[in-house]
C-alpha cells in the first residue's frame, strides 16, 4: 500500500493542478490508497506541510491549495512572493467539524451517553462527536425548527430534546463544533483567543452554511472546519439484525 506521500503525488497528477488538502485526503479515502484513520485532512495537511521548499515535491500556492512543483509554471518573483504571503496567513475561523442533516434515528438515545459517530470520509475510521461544543439546530425535514448552543456537551443537548417538547417535533440535526479531531479520533479540546474579525467571520460562516442562501456564491471566509458524515451506531445496527433474523424465524416457524 502507498504511503501518504506517494497518495497525495498520485492524487495531484490525476488532478492536474491544485488541490485542498482536505480534497486530497477525501480522494484519497474514495480511491482506497491507504488507510487513513479518523482524521485524513490533518495527515494530508502535515504530510504537504513538510514536503514544500526546494527539492520537496509540493508547492503550496495559496491557504490550504498544493500543487505538484513539476506541474506549475514559472512565475514573476513578484507574484510568487504574493503567494507565499497570501498562503502564511492562516485559517482563523473558530468551528472545526461540523455535521449536515444528521439523521436522528441513527443515534441510540437509549444510552446514558449516547455516541454521535460521524466520519470525515468513506473508509475514514469513525469518530464519537458527543463531547463537541458548540451550536446546533434541529430540523423537521427541511425546516429548522430550533437553535440551541452546547457549551458542555453535545449529545446531553440533543438528549435533552428527545423527551422534552421539541421531543416529536426534529427528525434530522445539524451541529458545528469548535473543537477539531486527532488522528487517533479523539476530539482536541484546544482554546483559542479570538479576535472580532474571527467571531465576524465565524458567525457569517455557520449561517452561509446552515441557511444556504441562494445569492451566497461561496462559504464565509476563513472557514476552516471540516464537515463530516455521520456514522451509524454499531449497537443499533446489531438491533436490526436481531429483528430482521427474529422476523425470518419467524416466518419459517409459520406452516
Not at 503567494?83 to 437509549?110: K, P
Not at 428527545?162 to 416529536?168: E, F, L, N, Y
Request: cysteine-free.
Amino acid at each position: 500500500m502507498a504511503t501518504w506521500k506517494e497518495a497525495i503525488q498520485d492524487v495531484l497528477a490525476q488532478n492536474g493542478g491544485a488541490m485542498h488538502y482536505a480534497e486530497i485526503a477525501e480522494k484519497i479515502a474514495s480511491l482506497n490508497l491507504l488507510s487513513v484513520g479518523a482524521n485524513p485532512a490533518a495527515s494530508a495537511a502535515a504530510i504537504l506541510s513538510q514536503n514544500i521548499g526546494p527539492g520537496a515535491p509540493f508547492e503550496r500556492v495559496g491557504v490550504g491549495l498544493y500543487a505538484l512543483k513539476a506541474e506549475l509554471r514559472p512565475e514573476p518573483q513578484a507574484t510568487v512572493q504574493h503567494a507565499e504571503a497570501v498562503a502564511e496567513q492562516s485559517e482563523t475561523g473558530a468551528l472545526r467539524a461540523f455535521g449536515m442533516f444528521w439523521q436522528r434515528d441513527l443515534v441510540n438515545w437509549a444510552l446514558a451517553r449516547p455516541k454521535l459517530f460521524g466520519l470525515q470520509s468513506e473508509g475514514a475510521s469513525q469518530v464519537d462527536f458527543g463531547g463537541q461544543i458548540g451550536v446546533y439546530l434541529l430540523h423537521d425535514r427541511d425546516r429548522v425548527i430550533y437553535v440551541g448552543r452546547a457549551s458542555d456537551v453535545l449529545v446531553s443537548r440533543l438528549r435533552a430534546h428527545t423527551t422534552d417538547r421539541m421531543g416529536g417535533r426534529w427528525d434530522r440535526f445539524s451541529w458545528f463544533g469548535l473543537y477539531g479531531v486527532k488522528e487517533d479520533g479523539s476530539l482536541l479540546e484546544d482554546t483559542v483567543p479570538w479576535s472580532q474579525t474571527v467571531v465576524i467571520e465565524t458567525l457569517e460562516a455557520l449561517l452561509i452554511e446552515s441557511l444556504e442562501p441562494p445569492q451566497n456564491r461561496r462559504r464565509g471566509d476563513n472557514f476552516a472546519a471540516v464537515e463530516y458524515l455521520q456514522g451509524t451506531d454499531p449497537e443499533i445496527e446489531r438491533v436490526e439484525q436481531q429483528r430482521f433474523l427474529a422476523v425470518v424465524a419467524d416466518r419459517l416457524r409459520r406452516p
